[in-house]
T-cell receptor
Framework: DGGITQSPKYLFRKEGQNVTLSCEQN?????MYWYRQDPGQGLRLIYY???????QKGDIAEGYSVSREKKESFPLTVTSAQKNPTAFYLC????????????FGPGTRLTVT | RKEVEQDPGPFNVPEGATVAFNCTYS??????FFWYRQDCRKEPKLLMS???SGNEDGRFTAQLNRASQYISLLIRDSKLSDSATYLC???????????FGTGTSLTVIP
């Protein structure tokens, strides 16, 4: 089955720890994205990548880091510098080009205490 | 000013009703438009793309008005299963970024 997988579904961490969220796609999409969604709010872009070994900051990149070493994978690290990391994190991918829609993974709910 | 704005609702409608949502966008260079559906605590899923000529998929009709810079979604004969949050999404083709509205909440009541 083609799609986007994110793991784990739920993640709990102590404050001060870095944590890496996994995102894998087998849709052969060039572009991949990370969003954060807080309760009652819209999606906010953290980072995106249009091609392997290249990525750009989104609107709220501070406290996050990414890598794009393979086309299929776009892991997100939430560092201890992120002041309010508890949120629902969504990974998406799309074919390059503005006419193409995004497809989302099932998301990871991160809780930091 | 936000790139994309939606009325958050909530819209509470009886089964069988027709309901319409609008979404405005601020950048006249916007190139492509989509409606997504998001169920509670789930990921957004593509409902339909919005074409310049308008398009229909069963009970759902989407329209684009470039002159007034808005898109609309019409749902006819509402079902209980239509209860969800509907997200308006715009792509401005600057770095291939997608801009999301905050969503409109719909509850269909028996």
């Amino acid at each position: 089955d083609g799609g986007i997988t994110q793991s784990p579904k739920y993640l709990f961490r102590k404050e001060g720890q870095n944590v890496t969220l996994s995102c894998e796609q087998n849709l052969n999409h060039d572009a991949m994205y990370w969003y954060r969604q807080d309760p009652g709010q819209g999606l906010r872009l953290i980072y995106y990548s249009q091609i392997v070994n290249d990525f750009q900051k989104g609107d709220i990149a501070e406290g996050y880091s990414v890598s794009r070493e393979k086309k299929e994978s776009f892991p997100l690290t939430v560092t201890s510098a992120q002041k309010n990391p508890t949120a629902f994190y969504l990974c998406a991918s799309s074919t390059s080009g503005f006419a193409y829609e995004q497809y989302f993974g099932p998301g990871t709910r991160l809780t930091v205490t | 000013r936000k790139e994309v704005e939606q009325d958050p609702g909530p819209f509470n409608v009886p089964e069988g009703a027709t309901v319409a949502f609008n979404c405005t966008y601020s950048n006249s260079a916007s190139q492509s438009f989509f409606w997504y559906r998001q169920d509670c605590r789930k990921e957004p899923k593509l409902l339909m793309s919005v074409y310049s000529s308008g398009n229909e998929d069963g009970r759902f009709t989407a329209q684009l008005n470039r002159a007034s810079q808005y898109i609309s979604l019409l749902i006819r004969d509402s079902k209980l299963s239509d209860s969800a949050t509907y997200l308006c999404v715009v792509n401005i083709n600057t770095g291939n970024q997608f801009y999301f509205g905050t969503g409109t909440s719909l509850t269909v009541i028996p």
